[in-house]
């Protein structure tokens, strides 16, 4: 049997900036933590190899200490790594490998192929037909050259690539880096690891994306694994298992509020949300003021025991009462202001800056009642 790991898109580097520093150094640190984790993986399962299908990196630019941190992490798993580049990471002739090679930090264990060829793994009985990607963008398909490579008898033969299967992506049209759907049976390929889709995503029984083991956006792809990849003899059928080693979970809530219970109701689900998630929160509809303030306290709450909670309200026009205003000591001018401003949330030109007004003015005058 042989049994490898198949991961891929660690995309070490990779900058938050839609988050607060702490959450974007903490969100950062997380991509080499998984980096260990698989190696850890790897050494408990007693795989034959590790296979990533590019992105490891997710700039050419990424400081020496990132390029070394990425290869330490590794260390745990000592048998073969091979490590392809993405488009990310492509295989320049200065690169952000050939910065690898130059600091001396890749261990000698791991292959890095920069142009197609075939790493042979004999004691593992191996042969991984490897593309790695020697530009950032390319219309030709790197893994045809896989048809014609030629393995030792008896090999079982992988595929190593980055790229989108053609036609069956959901975002894959006219895109780069193609890939052909029957790639595998062409080049009798066994299993055919690849990377570029960040969900984990089978495409036949042959030929897998492993998605990023590290979530790091809020599409729901099913991301944060590696594949499990046991395959008993040549011919056989891969045998596939995924397996969960993310840390943080990232969440998209796209919420329409209109009555009080619509806040209640996703006060009591923001209760779910714990130190693992990072939840962006999208409001839109209307509330009266007091429901809102309910709701932004819960909201307040979620984000203390989160990683992260980005929220974005500005579909959400407020629908302050009389007992709202008479609560804010809002009265006479202050009030028509109000009521003015209430009305042209419904105009779709000056919508965003109604919205905005308003709640300028509430904060404004709860100052000033607490002033006084």
Same mark, same amino acid.
């Given at each position: 049997?042989?049994? !490898?790991?198949?991961?891929?898109? #660690? /995309?070490?580097?990779?900058?938050?900036?839609?988050?607060?520093?702490?959450?974007?150094?903490?969100?950062? *640190?997380?991509?080499? *933590?998984?980096?260990?984790?698989?190696?850890?993986?790897?050494?408990?399962?007693?795989?034959?190899?590790?296979?990533?299908?590019?992105?490891?990196?997710?700039?050419?630019?990424?400081?020496?200490?990132? !390029?070394?941190?990425?290869?330490?992490?590794?260390?745990?798993?000592?048998?073969? #790594?091979?490590? !392809?580049?993405?488009?990310?990471?492509?295989?320049?002739?200065?690169?952000?490998?050939?910065?690898?090679?130059?600091?001396?930090?890749?261990?000698?264990?791991?292959?890095?192929?920069?142009?197609?060829?075939?790493?042979?793994?004999?004691?593992?009985?191996?042969?991984?037909?490897?593309?790695?990607?020697?530009?950032?963008?390319?219309?030709?398909?790197?893994?045809?050259?896989?048809?014609?490579?030629?393995?030792?008898?008896?090999?079982?033969?992988?595929?190593?690539?980055?790229?989108?299967?053609?036609?069956?992506?959901?975002?894959? !049209?006219?895109?780069?880096?193609?890939?052909?759907?029957?790639?595998?049976?062409? &080049?009798?390929?066994?299993?055919?690891?690849?990377?570029?889709?960040?969900?984990?995503? /089978?495409?036949? &029984?042959?030929?897998?994306?492993?998605?990023?083991?590290?979530?790091?956006?809020?599409?729901?792809?099913?991301?944060?694994?590696?594949?499990?990849?046991?395959?008993?003899?040549?011919?056989?059928?891969?045998?596939?298992?995924?397996?969960?080693?993310?840390?943080?979970? #990232?969440?998209?809530?796209?919420?329409?509020?209109?009555?009080?219970?619509?806040?209640?109701?996703?006060?009591?689900?923001?209760?779910?949300?714990?130190?693992?998630?990072?939840?962006?929160?999208?409001?839109?509809?209307?509330?009266?003021?007091?429901?809102?303030?309910?709701?932004?306290?819960?909201?307040?709450? &979620?984000?203390?025991?989160?990683?992260?909670?980005?929220?974005?309200?500005?579909?959400?026009?407020?629908?302050?009462? *009389?007992?709202?205003?008479?609560?804010?000591?809002?009265?006479?001018?202050?009030?028509?202001?109000?009521?003015?401003?209430? &009305?042209? /949330?419904?105009?779709?030109?000056?919508?965003?800056?109604?919205?905005?007004?308003?709640?300028?003015?509430?904060?404004? /005058?709860?100052?000033?009642?607490?002033?006084?």
């Amino acid at each position: 049997m042989t049994h !490898i790991i198949h991961t891929a898109d #660690w /995309q070490i580097g990779r900058q938050y900036g839609q988050f607060d520093g702490d959450d974007a150094a903490m969100l950062a *640190e997380a991509r080499y *933590e998984v980096v260990g984790r698989i190696a850890t993986l790897a050494a408990e399962r007693r795989a034959d190899a590790v296979l990533v299908a590019g992105d490891v990196f997710d700039t050419q630019a990424v400081s020496d200490r990132s !390029i070394r941190r990425v290869f330490d992490a590794m260390s745990a798993y000592a048998g073969p #790594w091979v490590m !392809i580049a993405g488009n990310h990471d492509a295989a320049l002739i200065d690169s952000v490998w050939s910065r690898a090679h130059q600091l001396g930090c890749i261990g000698h264990n791991v292959h890095i192929p920069m142009c197609p060829g075939v790493i042979d793994l004999p004691q593992q009985n191996l042969a991984v037909l490897a593309a790695p990607l020697t530009q950032r963008h390319t219309y030709d398909d790197t893994t045809a050259v896989f048809d014609g490579m030629e393995t030792p008898p008896g090999r079982v033969r992988v595929g190593l690539a980055h790229g989108s299967v053609t036609g069956r992506l959901p975002d894959s !049209i006219d895109s780069a880096n193609p890939i052909a759907a029957d790639r595998a049976s062409r &080049a009798q390929l066994q299993y055919l690891a690849l990377g570029d889709w960040h969900g984990t995503l /089978q495409i036949d &029984a042959r030929i897998w994306y492993a998605g990023t083991p590290e979530p790091d956006r809020f599409r729901s792809n099913d991301n944060g694994n590696v594949l499990d990849v046991r395959i008993h003899g040549v011919g056989a059928a891969p045998e596939v298992q995924i397996v969960p080693v993310g840390r943080y979970r #990232w969440s998209l809530w796209s919420e329409a509020l209109t009555l009080d219970s619509d806040a209640e109701v996703l006060a009591h689900r923001l209760q779910e949300i714990g130190a693992q998630d990072v939840l962006r929160l999208e409001l839109s509809g209307h509330l009266p003021l007091h429901a809102w303030d309910a709701l932004q306290e819960a909201i307040e709450r &979620a984000a203390a025991r989160s990683r992260a909670v980005l929220l974005d309200s500005e579909q959400l026009s407020l629908m302050p009462g *009389e007992a709202d205003l008479s609560a804010l000591g809002a009265s006479g001018y202050v009030a028509e202001v109000a009521a003015q401003l209430q &009305a042209l /949330q419904e105009d779709p030109v000056q919508a965003h800056t109604a919205r905005h007004a308003l709640r300028l003015l509430v904060q404004f /005058q709860r100052e000033h009642s607490e002033a006084a």
